[in-house]
């Protein structure tokens, strides 16, 4: 996959992998370890198709449990089907674009009963039609995923996550296919009473297939957070301006916990401010000043979305006349 990139993206009280793992999460990433000798490596995929068979099981057969045979061999295996749901539906608003329409829909039901359900998702977190095609595909593929999934056990102890291998034998002809290792538990066990018996070990291990016809995506198991109120940022810009904003009347700002921006035109995106009165030609209009501090909050709590709301006084930036000996007056000072 291609996948598009954002100007602005958030980690708001998460740890460096809860904010990596959400992100991979959102757009249908996963990851696990390939280990050797020399190196471990951290391998990211997006398809089936980027796994290889396991080097030294490409094929394993099913036998009964409790057999003894010079090879090992899988014993135990349970199929599960589920129900999911079968139609995905994302939706968003681009302010820039604001009679578009961004919906997309996409269906991709299982075989069973009650596929024909639908999820509606807002916001979408796009403001792009064919990204939001993209992330309503994803979200579909996230959701069919599991709905197909084999449990088994064994005595093979070379099935490695991340793999892929062939199922043999088994008296269930439909089961007799291609898996991906989703998830893979070995078990091992030193059956030697006391010290200076023969150590004999035995070796377990239990799996989670997922069919390699069919699309693999990782579940959303951690979610966005969401703000708890305004913040307070100052208004920044290139040095030397007095005021800097652009054809919307946005501002840049720096947060008060960004502890690595400069107070330049880089400390954050550009962020839309409110206004009491806005129409097409007509409203009321005042750009935050360069050193302004000003109140942000965050659409539907979503910290990559800020708005200003509001501005306020602080001993930088002090009220145009004297208070609280003029507390009586009210009305406006412009700067310019």
């Known amino acids: 996959e291609s996948y598009p990139v954002r100007t602005w993206q958030v980690q708001y009280g998460e740890t460096d992998f809860d904010f990596l793992q959400r ?107 064919g990204e939001g095609e993209m992330l309503t595909r994803i979200r579909m593929e996230a959701q069919r995923s599991p709905g197909s999934r084999v449990h088994g056990a064994g005595n093979i102890r070379t099935l490695m996550t991340g793999y892929t291998f062939a199922l043999m034998n088994h008296p269930t002809a439909e089961l007799n296919q291609e898996y991906l290792l989703a998830q893979t538990t070995l078990f091992v066990q030193d ?69 690595y921006g400069k107070m330049d035109e880089n400390s954050s995106c550009w962020i839309r401010v409110s206004y009491p009165w806005a129409g097409k030609g007509f409203g009321m209009i005042q750009i935050p000043r360069i050193g302004q501090e000003v109140l942000v909050d965050f659409k539907n709590g979503d910290p990559d979305l800020p708005i200003i709301v509001g501005r306020t006084y602080n001993q930088d930036t002090m009220p145009p006349w004297g208070l609280p000996g003029m507390a009586s007056q009210s009305g406006i000072f412009s700067h310019s």
Request: glycine fraction near 6%.
């Open 23 to 129: 992100l991979m999460q959102e757009w249908g990433i996963y990851w696990w370890f390939e280990h050797s000798e020399d190196s471990h490596t951290l391998v990211l995929a997006d398809a089936i198709s980027t796994h290889h068979a396991c080097p030294d099981s490409p094929e394993v057969e099913w036998h009964q449990k409790g057999l003894k045979l010079d090879k090992a061999f899988i014993h135990t295996i349970i199929a599960n089907e589920s129900l999911r749901t079968g139609q995905w539906v994302l939706d968003d608003f681009d302010f820039k674009k604001p009679r578009s329409r961004l919906a997309n829909t996409v269906a991709n039901p299982r075989e069973t009963g009650h596929a024909s359900y639908e999820h509606y998702e807002w916001p979408g977190d796009y403001f792009d039609k």
């Open 191 to 259: 059956n030697a009473q006391h010290s200076g018996q023969d150590q004999h070990f035995t070796f377990s291990t239990r799996f989670e297939l997922h069919p390699t016809r069919e699309v693999y995506r990782p579940q959303r198991t951690i979610s966005k957070p969401h703000t708890k109120g305004p913040q307070s940022a100052i208004v920044t810009g290139p040095s030397g301006q007095e005021i800097w904003t652009d054809q919307y009347g946005r501002v840049k700002v720096q947060f008060g916990w960004d502890r």
